[in-house]
């Protein structure tokens, strides 16, 4: 079993030179992060290609439940991916270590103390950071700069995963960010839902990346985009009688029609992923 690998991360350097870290409540559920996991697969299947790739699960939490599910997701199809789980508390890395099995850590999952500075090898390119509902407690600038500080660390071309779900969940939006040349490039904002559930734009309000959960008011992009997919939800309430997915596909198309951006890939929408390229950033 691979030992913990303490990064030399000081809180002087959290404090000069990216946002005040606070600490996460850290509370999470099995399958929480599922809906995410198989979008990104989606989204880019090419991402991960390379041999020698790594992915980061940033601020896993307490127990690191919903890394070791995807790392076990991501094997399917990359079973040469490395995997690396991150923490600013000791504790949590340490409880995480206790968790990894002789056959995780073989297969290339780690723990690590760290935080916006990631406690990288130069041998360890991230194509991929998932970073779920870690910021929520940040000031909107604080956010933005932990973005940017983040995405500057990943390989050429990887992919900042960033946004907060429910509990269980059943609702989440997240902002994509490609690194280009050590900056962001928004690549899309991902709602996903369950589809057991009524089509509620209002319940994806709730979960907004900080850089946007303030905005919903009258005059921003963010508060158009919401009235529109209200009005498109409504015009086409018919469809509900066939079920929540063929309703939640119906209004995605309608809403295209008024807001540029919106990915109406058919495949996406019956899994309850809607992807609006036009998303404001920051």
Wanted: proline fraction near 6%; charged fraction near 25%.
């Amino acid at each position: 079993m691979q030992s913990v690998v303490e990064c030399a991360v000081s809180d002087w350097f959290v404090r000069q030179q990216g946002p005040d870290a606070h600490e996460t409540r850290g509370k999470t559920a099995q399958q929480r992060l599922r809906r995410l996991d198989q979008f990104l697969q989606a989204f880019d299947p090419r991402l991960l290609a390379r041999a020698d790739s790594c992915v980061v699960d940033l601020g896993y939490g307490r127990v690191p439940l919903t890394t070791i599910e995807w790392f076990q997701r991501l094997q399917t199809n990359y079973p040469t991916v490395r995997m690396i789980g991150i923490e600013r508390e000791t504790e949590r890395v340490s409880a995480a270590q206790a968790m990894l099995t002789p056959d995780l850590a073989a297969c290339g999952l780690t723990f690590r103390k760290g935080g916006f500075r990631l406690p990288l090898t130069p041998d360890e390119p991230v194509m991929l950071c998932r970073a779920m509902n870690v910021l929520r407690q940040y000031e909107e600038d604080a956010a933005v700069k932990a973005h940017a500080q983040i995405v500057a660390q990943l390989a050429e071309g990887g992919l900042l995963a960033e946004g907060t779900c429910d509990p269980l969940g059943r609702v989440m939006a997240v902002v994509l960010l490609r690194n280009r040349d050590g900056r962001p490039v928004m690549e899309g904002l991902l709602f996903a839902g369950s589809l057991k559930d009524p089509v509620l734009p209002r319940a994806f309000k709730a979960v907004l990346p900080k850089h946007l959960i303030h905005r919903v008011v009258q005059g921003n992009p963010i508060h158009g985009f919401f009235e529109a997919w209200d009005t498109a939800v409504r015009a086409t309430r018919g469809q509900a009688e066939f079920g929540h997915r063929q309703h939640f596909v119906a209004a995605a198309e309608r809403l295209a029609g008024t807001v540029v951006g919106i990915d109406t890939r058919r495949a996406w929408l019956r899994n309850g992923w809607m992807l609006w390229r036009g998303a404001p950033y920051p």
